[in-house]
C-alpha cells in the first residue's frame, strides 16, 4: 500500500501568523477593550443570607393532625417549607412588612401619587423579584435552612432576606395559634356531647325511678337498685370525664400560644436499658433525646465502684435485648 505523507514543521504555522498578525492583535484589543467596558460598567450584585431553623413540633405535643389520625413525611414537610419559603404569600408579606415599594432601590418609581389600586398592581408585579432574588438551600446534616437574596445593594439584599425570615416565624406562629383554635374547638364540640350523653341518663334515670316506684338503697341485692347503682356509676364516670375534657379545655383556652407551643423535656427510652463497665452493672442515670439534637440518643451512667483504673477498660450496653458491639472501650482514672 502506497501512503503519501506530508510533514509539517511550526515555521508553516509562525508564517500565517505572521502574515496575519494585524487581525490577531485586532481581534485581542477588541476582546480586551469589551471585557472592560462590560466590567467597568456593570452594576456590582450583593448577597446577604440568613439561616432558619425548621423542624416539625414537640411529637409530645398534642395536635389537631394527632386529633384526627394525619400523618406526613419528615420530605413532605421540609419540601413544603420551601415552597412556602419562596411562595407569592409570602412575598407578599415582605413587600408590605419591610415597605419595599417605598425603597428607591427595589421600587425606583415610589409609591408618592399613586392610588391604592395602582399600589397594589405594583405590589404584585414586584413579587417576582422578591422570589427571583431568593436562593433556599437546606444546611446538609442539620435542620438549617439557608436562605439568601441577591441584590443592587447591601442594604436591600438584608432587607429582604431578614424580611423573608421573620414573615416565615410570624406566619408559623400564626398557624400554631390557629391549631390552638382547632383544638379547643374540638374539645368544645366533645364537652358538648358529653354533657347531651349526662342529661341523657339523667332522664333516663327520672324515667326508670318513676316507673319502679321508690327503691329502697338498702336492699343492695334486688335487681333494680343493682342496675340502678350501675346507671350511677356510669353516670359518675361520665361525669368525670367531661369535668377532665372540661378542666383541659379551660386551661388550653388561658393558657398562651407560645406556651402552648413550647418544648417539652427531652423524651426518654421506653426500652429497658442496661449497662456494664469493666463486667459490673453501671447506675443509668439518664437515657433518652440529647438535648439540641435530631434523631441523637444519650445515655448517662455512673462508673461502678472497684473498676480497675485503665485506658481500655470494657463497656458493655444494652438496649432492648438488643447488645452493642464488642471492642468498645472507654477510659477509667481514679
Known amino acids: ?27 485581542l484589543a477588541v476582546v480586551m477593550i469589551g471585557t472592560y467596558v462590560a466590567s467597568r460598567f456593570a452594576k456590582p450584585l450583593y448577597r446577604s443570607s440568613i439561616q432558619i431553623q425548621i423542624e416539625r413540633e414537640n411529637p409530645n405535643q398534642l395536635t389537631v393532625d394527632d386529633l384526627f389520625g394525619i400523618a406526613s413525611s419528615d420530605q413532605e414537610f421540609l419540601q413544603t417549607q420551601f415552597v412556602l419559603l419562596k411562595g407569592r404569600g409570602l412575598a407578599e408579606k415582605v413587600i408590605d412588612e419591610q415597605k419595599l415599594l417605598s425603597d428607591p432601590s427595589f421600587y425606583p418609581p415610589g409609591i408618592g401619587g399613586k392610588t391604592p389600586a ?49 414573615s416565615y416565624i410570624r406566619l408559623n406562629n400564626e398557624k400554631k395559634f390557629e391549631s390552638v383554635q382547632k383544638a379547643s374547638e374540638f374539645l368544645e364540640r366533645q364537652i358538648a356531647q358529653l354533657r347531651a350523653d349526662i342529661e341523657v341518663t339523667r332522664q ?73 463497665i469493666g463486667g459490673l452493672p453501671a447506675d443509668i442515670k439518664f437515657k433518652g433525646l440529647t438535648p439540641g439534637s435530631v434523631g441523637l440518643y444519650q445515655i448517662n451512667t455512673v462508673v461502678p465502684t472497684g473498676i480497675p483504673p485503665g485506658s481500655a477498660v470494657p463497656i458493655v450496653i444494652s438496649v432492648g435485648g438488643q447488645v452493642s458491639q464488642p471492642g468498645v472501650t472507654i477510659a477509667v482514672r481514679n
Open 1 to 27: 500500500m502506497d501512503l503519501n505523507t506530508q510533514e509539517v514543521h511550526l515555521s508553516h504555522y509562525w508564517n500565517v501568523i505572521y502574515k496575519r498578525w494585524k487581525v490577531a492583535v485586532s481581534i
Open 118 to 166: 395602582q399600589l397594589t398592581q405594583a405590589r404584585e408585579s414586584m413579587v417576582g423579584g422578591v422570589i427571583g432574588s431568593l436562593d433556599v438551600q437546606s444546611v446538609r446534616g442539620t435542620s438549617l435552612v439557608e436562605v439568601a437574596s441577591i441584590a443592587q445593594t447591601p442594604q436591600l439584599a438584608q432587607k429582604i432576606a431578614e424580611g423573608v425570615g421573620e
Open 204 to 276: 333516663q334515670m327520672q324515667q326508670f325511678g318513676a316507673t319502679k316506684g321508690v327503691l329502697s338503697k338498702e336492699d343492695a341485692s334486688s335487681i333494680p337498685i343493682q342496675r340502678l347503682m350501675k346507671l350511677n356509676n356510669d353516670a359518675q364516670t361520665a361525669t368525670q370525664s367531661r369535668l377532665e375534657k372540661q378542666n383541659a379545655y379551660d386551661a388550653l383556652s388561658r393558657a398562651n400560644p407560645e406556651s402552648v407551643t413550647g418544648g417539652d423535656p427531652p423524651a426518654e427510652v421506653q426500652q429497658t436499658v442496661s449497662a456494664t
